[in-house]
């Protein structure tokens, strides 16, 4: 393990993100529910399928559920391979150790429930820093979805975010989706998934042309 010395800090970084706790064990990290007197619900909304479009994650006041579906705090393995890409961490590794300590981590709200109607609901825009993506600050998100607000987590298709994907034509219809498919579905089935990932600054690039884009 003393080649491993290295890593707890970087690990932090994450639980930092996650701003949850722990019940003493590495597995059994938590995203605690929000404090308010709402439920909270979330689902995934694209609007336009390809690079230009746009896709966020939406956390929402909703209807009592029993039993409610809780989606996972990070949505796949490639978001794993994306942190590590941001961290300069070895893929093959980091995954491991990633799933290990937040593979089973759930959102606590309830995917895809019934919106509340209640009023009038504020909407808040939430835009990740470099080297996230859209679930990332889920209990932010789930905090201020349960004081009612609605809050769109925005995923940048600008190589900001550590990893997202966005689709095109299909050349072989038929051709197996991920996972992720389901849940951000397009409205063709002869489009496929397309992944990008975080663009780190090249050898004696300057930093501000590229970020001032991205921002």
């Known amino acids: 393990m003393n080649g491993l010395k290295f890593l707890p800090k970087k690990w932090n970084l994450l639980g930092i993100f996650a701003m949850g706790n722990s019940s003493g064990h590495n ?3 938590t995203i605690p529910p929000g404090k308010g007197p709402y439920k909270v619900g979330c689902t ?8 230009q479009g746009t896709f966020m ?24 391979n994306g942190l590590a890409d941001f961290m300069k961490i070895n893929r093959g590794l980091s995954e491991r150790i990633f799933n290990y300590l937040f593979g089973s981590c759930k959102i606590p709200a309830a995917w895809n429930a019934s919106f509340k109607p ?16 859209r ?9 201020l979805a349960s004081q009612g607000f609605i809050v769109a987590a925005v995923e940048h298709r600008d190589e900001s975010s550590s990893a997202t994907f966005y689709f095109r034509e299909n050349p072989e219809p038929g051709k197996k989706h991920h ?7 397009p409205v063709s089935e002869n489009l496929e998934e397309v992944w990008m990932y975080y663009r780190p600054l090249k050898t004696g690039e300057n930093e501000f042309p590229l970020r001032n884009k991205q921002v």
């Open 179 to 185: 996972s992720s498919y389901d849940k951000a579905k």
């Open 135 to 143: 679930t990332l600050y889920s209990a932010i998100c789930v905090e």
């Open 27 to 29: 597995t059994a990290m």
């Open 57 to 80: 994650r939406i956390y929402y006041p909703c209807q009592e559920h029993e039993n409610p579906h809780r989606p996972d705090w990070v949505p796949c393995r490639e978001y794993f």
């Open 118 to 133: 209640d009023g009038k609901y504020p909407v808040i825009i939430f835009s990740h820093g470099l080297g996230a993506f």
């Open 44 to 51: 995934d909304l694209m609007v336009g399928h390809t690079i």
